[in-house]
Structure formats: C-alpha cells, structure tokens
C-alpha cells in the first residue's frame, strides 16, 4: 500500500446528558504538501549553485551545500555565522545595491561581486537576489541564487590581456596591416596605415582594389580569390595610391585566417 502523511488533531468533549465523554479525531491528508517539501529540500540541497536566505543586514538564515563549498567552508553551521555585507562582500556597496534594488524593482538582476573566501582568497559571483517584503512593505529578507565566475572572469581577463598584447603589436611594427572579410572588404586596419598617408574614412568598408591603378586590379583580386581558398601570397609589388594623393609601392602578402571551425573568415594583407 501506498504511504500517506497524515496531519491529526484530537479534540475532548464535554460529557454528554448520558455521562459520556467522546474525543474527536480529525484527519488531513498533508502527503502532497510533504513531498513538495521534500522535492525542494532535495533541489535546495543538490543544486550547484549556491542558495541563500538572510536578514536586510547580511545575516544568514538558510544556505545550501553548494553555497557552503563555494565560500570554502565546512559545515552549513559554520557559514550562517558569517555575515554577507560585512565578512563576505570585498566591496563595501554591495549592501547599498541591494537596499536601492529592494526599493526599486525588489530584484538585483545578474549583479557582479566578489567575495571572501573562508581561506582570505577572492571569489568572482554573479547575484540575483530578491527582496522578500512584509505587509507593511519593509523589506524583511534577502533571497538569493549565486553563481561562481571565477574561472570564467580569469578567462576573460586573460584574453583582455592578449588582445592589448596584440594590439600593441599591431600598432608599433613598421608594416602595415589589414584584414579584409569575406566580401573583400577591409575591416581592420593598423596604426602605422594611418601614418602612412591613409585616413580611416577612406579605408575602412573599402575594397583594397580602389586603391591600385585600373590596369593592375586582376593581378590583386586574383590572389584575393585564392587566399579565400586558402592558397597564401607573399612579395606581390603593386602600386598603391594615398588617400593623400601620393603614390606608393608595396610589397604585399595575404594570409587567410580560420575561424575555430577550421573555415576561412577573413584575410589578413
């Protein structure tokens, strides 16, 4: 047989003319309700992002496993005795921003923090937090879901740290750059292309063939079209006009570039 949860209340009665004395027993039939509760204790518990309740002033009243790892602590008795303003944010607004978001909206949507671990170490979080209001309309609790972005913000700093690396190439090598999508026109070009006699107006969304003489545009184009194959030039001297008037020779090379699929999406010259 299936088993059920069952709510019991007893009530005594007066005894009756007769001398009798009943008690009444009432039954509720709370099953539904348990397992509900059981269902969200188990998602409370399991989830891997970290879950918390706690007062306007940072203090936790409720945490989940994943939220006790994430800030390197042992026990879930161990984190409710550290405060979310004062122990955990390294940045002390953090507080403000949840008490302008209950005022407002009454939710701080995807709000990046960092926070103290137990061991001092720092621990990028993404936030959402929802303020949980009284009748009289005060705030009463925070609620919240915290994500850990850490390896992802490292990431990401990392790869600002190689583009400013290579841009600050780009920028001092005495060549000049360009890269050109797959239309053929230029969408890129570098600093020294400026010093050079170039203005940005003039390049960028042009096709490099507007700038080299009418009799000498299928020899460019012809080497477009097999770097778009994936077949490279090097050392192809061609005549270049300046958006100053002036012109040049140049020695030009194409290489096509792949995006992570292994498909050409541009051609650096």
């Given at each position: ?9 007893t ?37 891997q ?11 936790f ?28 944010a ?7 921003s ?9 939710v ?14 720092w621990?990028y ?17 925070y ?29 001092n ?18 600093r ?35 770097a778009?194959r ?5 050392n ?34």
């Open positions: 047989p299936t088993k059920r949860a069952w709510l019991v209340s009530s005594q009665l007066s005894a009756t003319q007769s001398g009798e004395a009943r008690t009444i027993h009432v039954l509720k039939d709370v099953s539904e309700r348990r397992e509900a509760e059981r269902q969200y204790r188990e998602l409370f518990d399991n989830i992002e970290g879950l918390f309740f706690c007062t306007p002033d940072g203090h009243l409720v945490v989940n496993n994943a939220l006790v790892n994430m800030l390197g602590y042992r026990t879930a008795e161990e984190a409710l005795r550290v405060n979310l303003f004062l122990n955990l390294v940045d002390p607004d953090f507080r403000d949840c008490e302008e978001a209950a005022q407002h909206s009454g701080l949507r995807n709000h990046e923090e960092v926070l103290r671990r137990k061991d001092g170490s621990i979080t993404l936030q959402n937090i929802l303020a949980v209001r009284d009748s009289q309309g005060r705030t009463v609790q609620r919240g879901l915290m994500l850990d972005i850490t390896e992802q913000k490292s990431a990401q700093v990392q790869l600002l740290r190689e583009r400013d690396f290579n841009k600050n190439i780009l920028n090598t005495q060549s000049m750059i360009l890269v050109l999508d797959t239309a053929g026109l230029i969408s890129y070009a570098n020294r292309c400026f010093e050079m006699g170039f203005r940005e107006r003039d390049l960028m969304g042009s096709k490099l063939q507007e700038f080299i003489p009418a009799s000498r545009r299928g020899e460019l184009s012809d080497a477009l079209r097999s778009m994936g077949v490279a030039s090097d192809l001297e061609l005549p270049f006009q300046r958006s100053n008037g002036t012109p040049g020779q140049y020695s030009i090379s194409l290489s096509p570039m792949r995006d992570e699929r292994g498909e050409i999406n541009s051609i650096a010259v």
